[in-house]
């Protein structure tokens, strides 16, 4: 049976490609879209992506999850350093989580280095670009036991 991921993307993330390519590489969201589809279909998980700007969306979004999906991956954007209202939506959600940053947060500014998503999520890739949607959609894969049957 296929499983469904929905895949959340906060503030900037939409500017992907042309935005301080040193840090987060020259991959658009819509390339790294494209590829997590293709990885989903041969994971038995199929991917929703979303993006938006504005907190309110992702923290509707989070809620919609329940009921709706299998499993959730987040990017949160800057809104993974200062949102309470999104770690608690997440807290409300009874499935597996992962959290995906682009760049090493750990290695950045010290604001970058907490996360109030941590909290919620089962866990955490960073540092690893594009490649870490990917991968986080190869744990839930793990988690949610699809992987035997999509072979
Ligand atoms: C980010 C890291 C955040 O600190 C930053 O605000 C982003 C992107 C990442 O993917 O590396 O917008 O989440």
């Known amino acids: ?10 503030p900037n993330l939409n500017l992907l490609g042309t935005r301080e390519p040193d840090i987060y590489g020259s991959e658009t969201l ?3 879209e494209a590829t997590c589809q293709n990885r989903g279909k041969a994971l038995g998980l199929s991917v929703e992506f979303r993006q938006s700007n504005t907190e309110g969306d992702l923290v509707d979004w989070v809620q919609e999850a329940a009921g709706s999906f299998d ?3 987040i990017n949160a954007g800057a809104y993974t350093h200062t949102s309470v ?8 959600l009874d499935m597996p989580i992962i959290e995906v940053h682009l760049s090493n947060i750990n290695q950045r500014e010290k604001f970058r280095h907490h996360s109030y998503i941590s909290k919620a999520a089962d866990g955490m890739i960073c540092g690893l670009g594009g490649i870490g949607y990917e991968l986080a959609l190869e744990s839930i894969a793990h988690r949610l036991g699809t992987l035997k049957e999509a072979k």
Request: proline share 0%.
């Open 71 to 73: 499993a959730l991956i």
């Open 85 to 92: 209202a999104i770690l608690d939506a997440l807290l409300s």
């Open 1 to 10: 049976m296929t499983r469904s991921v929905l895949v959340l993307n906060g």
């Open 30 to 32: 819509a390339s790294i």
